[in-house]
């Protein structure tokens, strides 16, 4: 952030009278710009023992394979956002069940919100999709998953999937188990 | 939104190629802006069958009563931003357990997130507060809350407790829902 989007002024970056963070702020207009974390929606649409995963066809991880998820946008809930994301991604319509994980990501400003699901009819590959499928736990392509988040949302799901008990999970990203996906920046 | 933030150009407000949204555009340096909702983390501290509220000292709703929460910050998880926000707001050290209301305002573009909580040692009041103090349910000033929000997390507690059952409860609050509380704008 360089200029205010209220007035068109210059920022500067530091910490406001009686907060202790460091904000951008305008001399111009007074207006303080706070920046706060995102949520990521997505699904875990299952049917018949299978789960369904898109592979990616845009950056980051484009090639990878990935729960249906993304931004949630203004003006709609939690679980709009899980069945949007997972039928601009997937074409498939879900009956949305109980959130399952909810994945703190501090150090990218997100947290994952992933909702179990059960797949309705068919599905295709959307825009942002190369390919979707559906895997038994044996097929998971696990050195081939976009995000450490999905990666523990499945691994939840088939430890789960013994005792056919599925609480919700909630549980932080850290550096090191972005490392092991990325590397180190 | 009137001005680019990162290059200061004036912004349009647009459908970008391949959207199906409204956006604000900078057709100077090409950025998206894309706004996102907002998550409210906090709170509900319980000892000895007591609530524990805060009577905000700040706009809105000044004067009302609210379990203490705020905005989450960047690069904090949704556990950490309840208790700092417990601990500015009512100087109250928590041990926070399970997520017990996750309540979407798609209207306002917030997502709620209160945790059930064990308070610890003492409280009072912080710079946003007027005062805090501990309430039974009978005590509860159930017509001096701040936000419908809050109401309908101390409802399901207090019904919760009959059974001693705390499930996390999912739901949206309406424009009828803020109409009871603010009146229709």
Redesign the interface.
Known sequence: ????????Q??RFAIPE?DD?LR?LCDGCGTI???????VAGTLPVRDGRVLLCRRAISPRKGYWTLPAG??????????AAARETWEEACARVEVH??YT?I?L??I?Q?YMIFLADLKGGFAAG?ESLEVAMFTEEEIPWDELAFPTIERTLRHYFDDRLGEVFP?H?S?IGEEDRERYFGSA
Chains 1, 2 share one sequence.
């Open positions: 952030m360089n200029f205010c989007s209220h007035c068109g210059r920022v009686g963070r951008y710009h706070y920046q706060n974390p995102r949520i931004f949630m946008e203004n003006a709609e809930t939690t679980l709009e109980n959130l909810l703190n501090p150090h400003n947290v825009p919700l909630i932080d």
